[in-house]
């Protein structure tokens, strides 16, 4: 429980909470797939989230829409040929915001302290 005192799990939460609504509204409309917006989430859970994280997500949102697959498409066939570009442009996806935060946190490093110097 240690693990989970103050608000830590927030952050997860919000973006598990986004990735369920996303694959809500992905299983309600018929006519076409939203597998785009899983990136919404997932950019945010990048943004906030560990590494780890971020990458474990993207198998949830690749799973959550394999799971809502099947009402559009009735082949009962595996659907690689969308999974497969999916979890690569969601991998590719986080894997900049991540860099991107890298390097935003690795400038912001010398410039705090040399303003706490001064």
């Known amino acids: ?15 598990l909470g986004a990735v369920s609504a996303v694959a809500y509204a992905d299983h309600l409309v018929v006519s076409i797939s939203l597998v785009y917006l899983y990136i919404l989430p997932l950019a945010v859970g990048a943004i906030v ?3 780890k994280a971020s990458y474990g997500l993207i198998v949830s949102c690749v799973l959550f829409h394999d799971c809502v697959l099947p009402a559009r498409y009735q082949s ?3 659907e690689s040929v969308t999974i497969c570009p999916q979890f690569y442009a969601s991998a590719l996806g986080v894997y900049g915001i ?3 935060m890298q390097q935003r946190r690795r400038l912001q490093k010398p410039f705090s302290s040399s303003v706490m110097t001064s």
């Open 98 to 100: 991540q860099r991107d």
């Open 49 to 51: 989230l560990r590494t």
């Open 1 to 15: 429980m240690a693990a989970l005192s103050g608000l830590a799990w927030l952050p997860l939460a919000l973006v």
């Open 76 to 78: 009962g066939r595996f």
